[in-house]
């Protein structure tokens, strides 16, 4: 990743911005291609959350990325040790959740490993944020596998 991609924190929310508006896309793609009515309306959910995080993206003020950091989140790590799934019409629902938790970690991942680079240091605090934000995405997805999934008997 080149050292000039990151020149402030303007430019690190337009990333981010971005990737907001390509997992939008994804799961909006992935509805039209789902098979159950239940999976499909999950994942229209998911596509408006997408949505309204590219909507807090794009409302980020310089004064909020300077601010105190969001609580720290919980990670339930469900979705850690799972294997990756790979996207297709007839997907289960747990499958879906593994999915897009994984898929939240991979950006909370993405956002941190950023933080930490020297050559962003002027951006830290906005990568720092971005990850709280994936962390607390995954979360959620965790909490509905563990109210979907696993208390079904």
Do not use: C, W
């Amino acid at each position: 990743m080149p050292n000039s991609r990151f020149r402030s924190p303007s430019d690190v929310l337009d990333f981010a911005i971005q990737r907001e508006i390509e997992a939008a896309d994804g799961y909006g793609r992935m509805a039209e291609m789902a098979i159950a009515p239940g999976l499909r309306a999950f994942l229209f959910e998911l596509k408006a959350e997408e949505e309204n995080h590219r909507r807090l993206l794009e409302g980020m003020t310089a004064e909020r990325l300077a601010g105190p950091l969001p609580a720290p989140v919980a990670d339930m790590k469900l979705s850690d040790s799972l294997e990756d799934v790979i996207p297709a019409p007839d997907m289960t629902l747990q499958e879906l959740l593994i999915f897009a938790a994984r898929k939240e970690k991979k950006a909370e991942d993405l956002y941190a490993g950023l933080a930490r680079r020297p050559e962003f240091a002027a951006q830290r605090r906005t990568f720092e944020f971005l990850a709280a934000q994936e962390r607390t995405h995954k979360l959620k997805l965790e909490e509905e596998y563990e109210k979907r999934v696993l208390s079904e008997d």
